[in-house]
Nanobody
Framework: QLQLAESGGGSVQAGGSLRLSCAAS????????IGWFRQAPGKEREGVAR????????HYADSVKGRFTVSLDNVKHTLYLQMDSLKPDDTAVYYC??????????????????????????WGQGTQVTVSS
């Protein structure tokens, strides 16, 4: 089992910055897909930044490109999300998640990589980020 714990959320004014941390414990694997997701009230969960382990690339949502940066400390088993130039639309509960399956075949026979999926297996409890205008 893998446990994930986020921290670092809070309230900030528009234009400000926050850094979220996600500490992993238990059965950590460098081959796992890992990423940050968020969910605002009344909206669907959105993938913010997903790290694709096969080629160690990060896929960012268009809405955060150029403002958010993911980094990974393999020694501390901690994933970070540096969020700069925050906007009120960034207000949400932020989750980190991990999944052991890089590629998943759907019922229609198509393959989806974890860089484009939201159905990860392991989830943290979430941390609230509130950006005021």
């Amino acid at each position: 089992q893998l446990q994930l714990a986020e921290s670092g959320g809070g309230s900030v004014q528009a234009g400000g910055s926050l850094r979220l941390s996600c500490a992993a414990s238990g059965s950590t694997r460098s081959s796992y897909c890992i990423g940050w997701f968020r969910q605002a009230p009344g909206k669907e969960r959105e993938g913010v930044a997903r790290l694709f382990p096969a080629n160690v690339t990060v896929h960012y949502a268009d809405s955060v490109k150029g403002r958010f940066t993911v980094s990974l400390d393999n020694v501390k088993h901690t994933l970070y999300l540096q969020m700069d130039s925050l906007k009120p639309d960034d207000t949400a509960v932020y989750y980190c998640a991990a999944d052991p399956n890089i590629w998943v075949k759907s019922t229609d026979g198509t393959w989806s990589g974890c860089h484009e999926r939201n159905d990860y297996k392991y989830w943290g409890q979430g941390t609230q980020v509130t950006v005021s205008s």
